[in-house]
């Protein structure tokens, strides 16, 4: 299995600001994916993380909106930009491992915007 | 959009009793995995089951997968309290890239 470790944990903001999110894993991974779980639902996707290239993103989802980096194998950032109310909800970093189709979730980033 | 559809939406049993969750998908798949997640929390990995395989079992839990039918239950045996959550089903599709892709879950709620 992986251990993988997002920070912040949760964080109130305010409309308009942006914040990101770094997703860091303990094992060598071959993909890594962004997910949002909005109250009540389930996970969708958002974007798979490239390494060294930009992220192939879902339908619903853009770039400008949020913007994803992967610097490494192992690590990962999402920035959640211009919040509104509406992204309130918890994200969560995703990696399957080499050799192995299992995928494991960090324990998620839960987003209020006031 | 989501790939399965989880049936029941949601499941109250008696503890001690089995509780089976449903799980359909549209497309043919290259597996399946099973997940729990307890309220507020993030996802546990339970069990992943090949398109080439029918049945798997970890603990108390057993899965079985019918391509037929596009279909997999989960079976919890000699359900605990601290069963008490959220279960979704997800699948890799064999076509297109290799995304993993959720139901919309069952809730599970254990009664002592």
């Known amino acids: 299995s992986a251990v993988i470790s997002q920070k912040p944990s949760r964080d109130i903001c305010q409309r308009g600001t942006s914040l990101t999110i770094q997703c860091q894993v303990d094992s060598q991974v071959t993909m890594m994916f962004w997910y949002r779980q909005q109250p009540g639902q389930s996970l969708t996707l958002i974007a798979t993380?490239?390494?060294?290239?930009?992220?192939?993103?879902e339908s619903g989802f853009v770039i400008d909106k949020f913007p994803i980096s992967r610097p490494n194998l192992t690590f990962s950032t999402l920035t959640v930009s211009n919040m509104s109310p509406e992204d309130s909800s918890i994200y969560l970093c995703s990696a399957r491992l080499q050799g192995n189709n299992e995928q494991f979730f960090g324990p998620g980033t839960r987003l209020t915007v006031l | 959009s989501q790939q399965g559809e989880e049936d029941p939406q949601a499941l109250s049993i008696q503890e001690g009793e089995n509780a089976t969750m449903n799980c359909s998908y549209k497309?043919?798949?290259?597996?399946l995995q099973w997940y729990r997640q307890n309220s507020g929390r993030g996802l546990v990995h339970l069990i992943l089951i090949r398109s080439n395989e029918r049945e798997k079992h970890s603990g108390r839990l057993r899965v079985t997968l019918d391509t037929s039918k596009k279909s997999s239950s989960l079976l919890i045996t000699a359900s605990r309290a601290a069963d008490t959550a959220s279960y979704f089903c997800?699948?890799?599709?064999?076509?297109?890239?290799?995304?993993?892709?959720f139901g919309q879950g069952t809730r599970l709620t254990i009664n002592p």
């Open positions: 993380a490239n390494q060294g290239s930009e992220a192939t993103y």
């Open positions: 497309t043919s798949i290259n597996n």
């Open positions: 997800a699948t890799v599709l064999i076509q297109g890239a290799q995304k993993l892709v």
